[in-house]
C-alpha cells in the first residue's frame, strides 16, 4: 500500500531506500521503485534504544535529506530523529512533534492514498503497485515444492484477527476441482487446518510465497498482505472482506474481485466479531466465492 508513495517520490527524482523489518525486505526488494532495504531489527512494542541509535549513526552517515515515516508510533519517529535527517515528514499519530517537522493531518483516504499524501509534490495520478518477477523465478519455485500449472492458490490467514478471516476454505477448496497450493506464515497455520490441498502454510519464504501467487491461476484470500501481493502481481484474484473495508484497503488491481457484504454493523475493523455473531463472513457462501472465482477470466 505504501508503493505509489515510493513511485511519486521516484517520479520526483528522488532515490529512495526502505528502512523495514527483514522478513518484509523480500517484497521491497521486488519494487523497481526502491533502491535499497535498510533492514532495521525493531520488535513491535519495544522501544530497543541501543538498537534504534546503532540506525540513526548509520542513517547519518548517509547523509539523506528528507524521512518520510508511515507508521503512526512515536517510536518509528526516533531513528530519523536521531539521525538529524532535515525533513522528517509522517502523520501527527502519537504526538510527534518535534520528533517530526512537517506533520500532516490523519486522513481518512483509503491507505495507498493516505501514505501517497506524505510525498512531497502531492498526489499526482497514483500508480498501481507492481511487483517484478520473472517466469523462471515462479518455475523454480514450482519445482522446488513440486507443484504443476495450472494451479489455485487459497490465502486463508489475516494477521489481524479472526473477524479477517472467511471460515469456509476447507469448504472452498474441497469444491474448486483444481489443484490447490495454500500460502501463509506459521501463524496462519490454524486457519490452514484441514483445508485440503498442498499446505505450504509456514513452510515457504515472503520470497517464494510471491513467486508461487505469481504463477496462480486466481488467489482467493482475507484482506491481507498475500491479497496485496496477488494484487500488485495483477493475478486474477477474489478478495473476501468481512470486519474491514474495501474501500480502506483495496486491492489495486483491475484483476481483483472484492466480495463484502457491507453489514450495517461493517466495517468495524475488530479483530474478533464485538457482536458475536460474525454474519460480515459467515454469511458470505462458498456458492457466492465459487461463483467469483469462477467469474474470473
Ligand atoms: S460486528 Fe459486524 S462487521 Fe464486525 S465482525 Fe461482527 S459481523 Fe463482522
Known amino acids: 500500500m505504501a508503493q505509489p508513495l515510493f513511485a511519486s517520490l521516484k517520479r520526483s527524482g528522488a532515490r529512495v531506500d526502505v528502512l523495514a523489518p527483514e522478513w518484509v525486505a523480500a517484497v521491497l526488494r521486488r519494487m523497481p521503485e526502491v533502491s535499497e532495504v535498510i533492514p532495521g531489527a525493531f520488535r513491535h512494542g519495544a522501544l530497543q534504544l541501543a538498537e534504534r541509535w546503532r540506525v540513526a549513526r548509520e542513517l547519518k552517515k548517509r547523509g539523506y535529506d528528507s524521512a518520510i515515516v508511515l507508521p503512526n508510533s512515536w517510536k518509528s519517529a526516533l531513528v530519523p530523529f536521531l539521525a538529524g535527517i532535515p525533513r522528517r515528514?509522517?502523520?501527527?499519530?502519537?504526538?510527534?512533534?518535534?520528533?517530526?517537522?512537517?506533520?500532516?493531518?490523519?486522513?481518512?483516504?483509503?491507505?495507498?492514498?493516505?501514505?501517497?499524501?506524505?510525498?512531497?509534490?502531492?498526489?499526482?495520478?497514483?500508480?498501481?503497485?507492481?511487483?517484478?518477477?520473472?517466469?523462471?523465478?515462479?518455475?523454480?519455485?514450482?519445482?522446488?515444492?513440486?507443484?504443476?500449472?495450472?494451479?489455485?492458490?487459497?490465502?486463508?490467514?489475516?494477521?489481524?484477527?479472526?473477524?479477517?478471516?472467511?471460515?469456509?476454505?476447507?469448504?472452498?477448496?474441497?469444491?474448486?476441482?483444481?489443484?490447490?497450493?495454500?500460502?501463509?506464515?506459521?501463524?496462519?497455520?490454524?486457519?490452514?487446518?484441514?483445508?485440503?490441498?498442498?499446505?505450504?502454510?509456514?513452510?515457504?519464504?515472503?520470497?517464494?510465497a510471491v513467486r508461487l501467487i505469481a504463477g496462480a491461476s486466481a488467489v482467493v484470500s482475507n484482506d491481507s498482505g498475500l491479497m496485496h501481493i496477488a494484487a500488485a502481481l495483477g493475478r486474477p484474484q477474489v478478495a473476501l472482506f468481512g470486519s474491514s473495508s474495501p474501500e480502506h484497503t483495496p486491492p489495486a488491481s483491475p484483476a481483483a474481485r472484492v466480495l463484502w457484504l457491507r453489514l450495517e454493523c461493517?466495517?468495524?475493523?475488530?479483530?474478533?466479531?464485538?457482536?458475536?455473531?460474525?454474519?460480515?463472513?459467515?454469511?458470505?457462501?462458498?456458492?457466492?466465492?465459487?461463483?467469483?472465482?469462477r467469474s474470473l477470466s
Not at 104 to 122: I, T, V
Not at 160 to 182: E, M
Not at 280 to 285: A, D, G
Open 89 to 208: 515528514a509522517g502523520y501527527i499519530g502519537e504526538l510527534r512533534y518535534g520528533l517530526l517537522n512537517a506533520l500532516y493531518r490523519s486522513s481518512k483516504a483509503p491507505m495507498p492514498q493516505h501514505y501517497a499524501r506524505l510525498a512531497d509534490d502531492g498526489l499526482g495520478e497514483l500508480e498501481r503497485p507492481h511487483l517484478e518477477v520473472t517466469p523462471l523465478e515462479t518455475e523454480e519455485t514450482m519445482q522446488r515444492f513440486g507443484i504443476s500449472s495450472p494451479y489455485f492458490v487459497l490465502c486463508p490467514g489475516a494477521e489481524y484477527g479472526p473477524a479477517k478471516r472467511w471460515p469456509y476454505f476447507r469448504d472452498l477448496a474441497a469444491r474448486l476441482g483444481a489443484t490447490v497450493v495454500i500460502l501463509g506464515s506459521a501463524k496462519d497455520a490454524p486457519a490452514a487446518s484441514g483445508v485440503p490441498g498442498l499446505n505450504l502454510v509456514g513452510k515457504t519464504s515472503l520470497d517464494e
Open 266 to 293: 461493517s466495517p468495524c475493523f475488530e479483530r474478533e466479531c464485538p457482536l458475536g455473531h460474525f454474519r460480515c463472513m459467515k454469511e458470505l457462501s462458498v456458492d457466492t466465492v465459487l461463483g467469483a472465482v
